[in-house]
Every structure is written in structure tokens, then in C-alpha cells.
């Protein structure tokens, strides 16, 4: 019911929203924020007023406490957004394109916190994103076209012969239970496919050809 999904909510999802304005109240100041989540899940006063300056410290805000949104930048509200977010310690924390409206330095500042966030606390953080240089900064892309999920890139990183650290990228299609999948589009424009394709079915892999025999590539 209505009551489970506000508890659900308000202890396991953390929200960040894109746009900077929607995610604090702008006449309380960032402690006063911060303290909401925990005040409406009925924390005694002393508990969340040292939980709001612990959180506030974490992003780096602790001196800005007293400062309403409106004397804060971008980055520093998008800041006491997650530190909102976190009050009631939630299992996952969902950020819909949290750097839209910063700069790239400030960007990658929020990305680094994050990392952090999901390091430090063990949390899970989801990013919801349509830039590609986000996707690098994290360990595990999926890309979503036309309404499904097509490919998922893990990252990792590798220490190499002469002992540098490289981070090594590997590209999957995701087969979905009905047995359908997304080819890449660099793929799918390199052999030129459209509309049908044909299969061969190798004892460990499946070859795909554009709509001619195979034998014409040879």
C-alpha cells in the first residue's frame, strides 16, 4: 500500500535529481535539508542533528551548514542533495544525470564523490545518464535503445608488464529470456546490416552475415 512505498522510499532509495532546485527546500538552510529525511522518519533531535554534520563533513560542506541553496553553487548543492539522500542511510542511491546543469571540473568533483559514497558505505549507485564520458568513470554501463537494454560494459582495472594500471573495458550484448539481442551500432554499420541477417550456428559461436551467403565475402 501507499504506506510501504513511503517506507520503501525513505529507507532503501536515495534520490538526486538533475535539476539542482528540485532536490532542496530553498528556505532551509543545508543542515536544516539534511535533518528533513530524518525529522519526517521521526529521529530524536540530538541523533539527527549529528548525523546532518557528519554527512555534511563527508561532502565537504560542514562550514556552509547555515547557508540556504540560494548562497551555494551548483556543485555545492548537488552536494547537500546527496547528503540528503543518504540521511536515512539507504541500500541504493539513484542519481538522474546529477551533473547536468555543472561544469566539467565540478562534474567530475560529484562523480568523485560518489565513487566514494559507493566505496566508503558499501552502497549501491545508479546513474542515469545520456553522456558518454560518464560512462567511463564508472565500473558497469548499460545502454538502453529503443526501450531495452542492448549492451552492458564492465570495467576493470589490469596492472600491466611494466606495472602501470590500465583500465581494460569489455563490451557485452545483452541476450534478454526470449532470446533477443541488440547488436551494437558501430557493428551493425560496419558489415552494413539491415533488416535481416544471417546466422551460422560454430560449435562454441554463432556467426552473422549481412543478407547474402557468406561465401559472396570470400
Known amino acids: 500500500g501507499r504506506r510501504e512505498r513511503t517506507a520503501y522510499r525513505r529507507h532503501v532509495i536515495g534520490f538526486v535529481w538533475q535539476q539542482t532546485a528540485r532536490n532542496l527546500l530553498p528556505y532551509l538552510s543545508a543542515q536544516e535539508n539534511v535533518e528533513l529525511p530524518m525529522i519526517l522518519d521521526g529521529r530524536p533531535g540530538r541523533e539527527r542533528r549529528e548525523r546532518a554534520r557528519e554527512l555534511l563533513a563527508m561532502v565537504g560542506l560542514e562550514d556552509r551548514a547555515d547557508h540556504r541553496p540560494d548562497r551555494l553553487s551548483g556543485g555545492e548543492q548537488q552536494r547537500v542533495a546527496i547528503a540528503v539522500a543518504l540521511a536515512n542511510q539507504p541500500d541504493v542511491l539513484l542519481a538522474d544525470e546529477p551533473t547536468g546543469e555543472l561544469d566539467t571540473d565540478t562534474s567530475s568533483e560529484i562523480f568523485e564523490l560518489m565513487r566514494r559514497v559507493n566505496r566508503e558505505g558499501g552502497m549501491t549507485v545508479v546513474i542515469v545518464t545520456h553522456d558518454a564520458l560518464v560512462s567511463e568513470q564508472v565500473q558497469r554501463t548499460v545502454a538502453i535503445r529503443d526501450g531495452r537494454t542492448s549492451t552492458e560494459t564492465l570495467r576493470r582495472t589490469s596492472v600491466s ?55 559472396d565475402d570470400r
Open 161 to 215: 608488464d611494466d606495472g602501470d594500471h590500465e583500465v581494460i573495458a569489455e563490451e557485452f550484448a545483452v541476450l534478454d529470456r526470449a532470446g533477443r539481442l541488440q547488436l551494437p551500432r558501430a557493428h551493425v554499420e560496419a558489415l552494413e546490416l539491415e533488416r535481416r541477417v544471417r546466422l551460422r550456428l560454430e560449435p562454441d559461436h554463432i556467426g552473422v552475415w549481412p543478407d547474402r551467403k557468406p561465401e
